[in-house]
C-alpha cells in the first residue's frame, strides 16, 4: 500500500518568509510524528499528534513552529519568519498504534533550506 | 550525556563479514528500541524493532537487548554492500506515547 508522502521535497524561502509543510500518513494510522534532522545528526523529535490531538509538542524549538491535524488525517508543519537555523529536513512519521511499540514509518522528508 | 549513543564510525567491514552496531541508552524507563537503516540523501527505513531482553533475529539481521546493562546491538551477518548506510537506533520511553529519541547514527560501509 502507499507509505507516507510529503510535500514538498524541496523548498528553498527566504529568511523571514512563512512555509507550511505537508504530511500525509498511511492510511488507518493513527499516531503521528515530525522530527527535524540536521546534517550528519539523528532525527530530532519535534511533536506528536494521535488522531487529532497533539500530545507532545515539546521538541518544538520556539513558538514560531505550528503544527495542527484538524481531521485526524493530513498534517501540517507551519514555520513562521523563517530563520537560517531552520534549514534541515523535515520528517514525518506515521504509527498504528501498538500494545509495546510504535513502529513508525517516515515518509521521503522535506529539505528546507532558509536563504 | 546523550540520552542514547552510538560511534559515529565509519565502521568498514570486508563483504561477507559480520557488522555489529552498538547504542547504549540513559534513561532505564526506555521501553522499545528501534533500528533504522538510512542511505545518503533518504529518510530512515525501519530494520527491526524489539522490547523484551534477549536476541530477536530476522533474516541476516539480529538485535540484542540487555536492559541491564542498557545496551542494545544490531548485527549484521554477511555484509553486502548494499549495506552501507547509517544505521540510527532509536529508543522509546515509557509513558511517553511514541516518541523516539535517536542516537547520531553509525556509518557503515561493506568493501567488496
Known amino acids: 500500500g502507499a507509505g507516507v508522502s510529503q510535500s514538498p521535497r524541496y523548498k528553498v524561502a527566504k529568511r523571514g518568509q512563512d512555509v507550511a509543510l505537508r504530511c500525509d500518513p498511511i492510511?488507518?494510522?493513527?499516531?503521528l510524528f515530525w522530527y527535524q534532522q540536521a546534517l550528519g545528526q539523528g532525527p530530532e523529535f519535534l511533536t506528536y499528534?494521535?488522531?487529532?490531538?497533539?500530545?507532545?509538542k515539546s521538541g518544538l524549538p520556539s513558538d514560531r513552529f505550528f503544527a495542527e491535524r484538524p481531521e485526524g488525517s493530513v498534517s501540517t508543519l507551519k514555520i513562521q519568519r523563517t530563520q537560517q537555523e531552520d534549514s534541515a529536513v523535515y520528517l514525518c512519521?506515521?504509527?498504528?498504534?501498538?500494545?509495546?511499540?510504535?513502529?513508525?514509518?517516515f515518509g521521503p522528508g522535506t529539505r528546507l533550506t532558509v536563504t | 550525556q546523550k540520552e542514547v549513543e552510538q560511534n559515529s564510525g565509519p565502521l568498514s567491514v570486508p563483504e561477507g563479514a559480520i557488522a555489529s552496531l552498538n547504542c547504549t541508552y540513559s534513561?532505564?524507563?526506555?521501553?522499545?528500541f528501534f533500528w533504522y537503516r538510512q542511505y545518503s540523501g533518504k529518510s530512515p527505513e525501519l530494520i527491526m524493532f524489539?522490547?523484551?531482553?534477549g536476541d530477536k533475529e530476522d533474516g541476516r539481521f539480529t538485535a540484542q537487548l540487555n536492559k541491564a546493562s542498557q545496551y542494545v546491538s544490531l548485527l549484521i551477518r554477511d555484509s553486502q554492500p548494499s549495506d552501507s548506510a547509517t544505521y540510527l537506533c532509536?529508543?522509546?520511553?515509557?509513558?511517553?506515547?511514541?516518541?523516539?529519541?535517536f542516537g547520531q547514527g553509525t556509518e557503515l560501509s561493506v568493501k567488496p
Open positions: 512519521a506515521s504509527s498504528a498504534v501498538q500494545k509495546y511499540t510504535y513502529e513508525q514509518y
Open positions: 492510511s488507518g494510522h493513527v499516531s
Open positions: 499528534f494521535q488522531n487529532e490531538a497533539q500530545l507532545d
Open positions: 534513561d532505564r524507563g526506555s521501553q522499545s
Open positions: 524489539i522490547y523484551s531482553n
Open positions: 532509536a529508543v522509546n520511553m515509557y509513558n511517553q506515547g511514541g516518541k523516539l529519541i
